[in-house]
């Protein structure tokens, strides 16, 4: 069942416009609007969104009307738009000590949060929005590698990606961490494994999560695939790409390629799957340099949108 999407609709509530896939049965809290950076150059999601916090009195508000539709069946809640830690420490206390008085099987609160925002946040604040019941945080890394940070106007520097990591994990959050794989085009993809591991390594997520790279209309490095100024990487280079990942990984995170983008369902625990899942990319590799149908069906990937 997919808690607030149903019922909710009908109602005067406000919804998130992204959740990651593994909150699908979760109830869907709106702190924020839109993303406070919203630079991203490979980002379409909260374009053209003025970003905003939203009143305390209106989310207090959604709750209770969230309560009042599903009551105890609620027991995961993601909490959006992208960054929600930007929102004062008091009013995210407040908001999550409503959410656990109001479903009392309440198990599991997460929320989408930027690198930066948890570098500068103290650690006393972390830490009071953790023992508030925040459990977990969804942040994008997409690559490790300085340069290619810079490129896509990510906002962080591999140091403060890593700071975060290690202060978020500190604090006693769970940490997942998302990776673009083919955002150096076919040009970089051997120091964005490089970089995107050594930060890993660093931080040692409790969850990598891995999604492929497809241009998204609206986003600036679409216009510049358009102007012939980047070269989307070929199914063999994101492949390529994604061992050498695997391989320069020396963490103990779940790794979870939990979306529709990616062109291997590769999941293992590392560093016990290491083996099996370099094995499993070898082995596409293969069937992609020998048949062409494998190819153009995950060359077909490439025009997903809405993503
Ligand atoms: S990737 Fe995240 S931080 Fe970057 S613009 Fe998109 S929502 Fe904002």
């Given at each position: 069942m997919?808690?607030?999407?149903?019922?909710?609709?009908?109602?005067?509530?406000d919804f998130p416009p992204f959740r990651p896939p593994s909150e699908a049965n979760s109830l869907l809290l709106r702190v924020t609007r839109g993303c406070p950076w919203n630079r991203c150059t490979f980002c379409s999601m909260y374009k053209g969104m003025k970003f905003e916090i939203r009143n305390l009195?209106?989310?207090?508000?959604?709750?209770?009307?969230?309560?009042?539709?599903?009551g105890d069946r609620v027991r995961t809640v993601f909490i959006g738009d992208s960054n929600s830690l930007v929102a004062k420490t008091e009013r995210l206390v407040k908001i999550l000590e409503t959410l656990f008085s109001s479903f009392s099987h309440l198990e599991r609160v997460t929320s989408y949060a930027r690198a930066k925002t948890i570098a500068k946040k103290p650690?006393?604040?972390?830490?009071?929005?953790?023992?508030?019941?925040?459990?977990r945080l969804h942040v994008g890394l997409e690559t490790g590698d300085r340069e290619l940070l810079k490129e896509i106007e990510k906002g962080a520097i591999p140091e403060e990606m890593i700071e975060a990591g290690k202060k978020a994990k500190k604090a006693g959050f769970e940490?997942?961490?998302?990776?673009l794989l083919g955002i150096g085009g076919e040009e970089k993809w051997v120091q964005h494994a490089r970089g995107t591991a050594e930060v890993l390594n660093q931080i040692d997520p409790h969850f990598i999560r891995v999604r492929t790279f497809i241009p998204q209309p609206n986003?600036?490095?679409h216009e510049a695939m358009m102007r012939g100024d980047f070269k989307s990487p070929s199914p063999e280079t994101i492949l390529r790409e994604t061992k050498l990942l695997?391989?320069?990984l020396r963490v103990t995170s779940q790794f979870l390629s939990d979306h529709i983008s990616n062109l291997l369902p590769l999941h293992g625990k590392l560093p016990e799957d290491k083996e099996k899942m370099i094995q499993m990319v070898e082995k596409a590799?293969?069937?992609?340099?020998?048949?062409?149908g494998l190819r153009e069906e995950m060359e077909m990937r490439r025009h997903l949108t809405n993503l």
């Open positions: 997919t808690i607030g999407r149903f019922g909710l609709r009908k109602r005067n509530y009195e209106e989310i207090l508000e959604d709750i209770e009307l969230a309560r009042d539709l599903y650690l006393e604040d972390l830490i009071k929005i953790r023992q508030a019941g925040l459990n940490y997942s961490l998302y990776v986003s600036l490095i695997v391989e320069e590799l293969k069937a992609v340099r020998e048949n062409d």
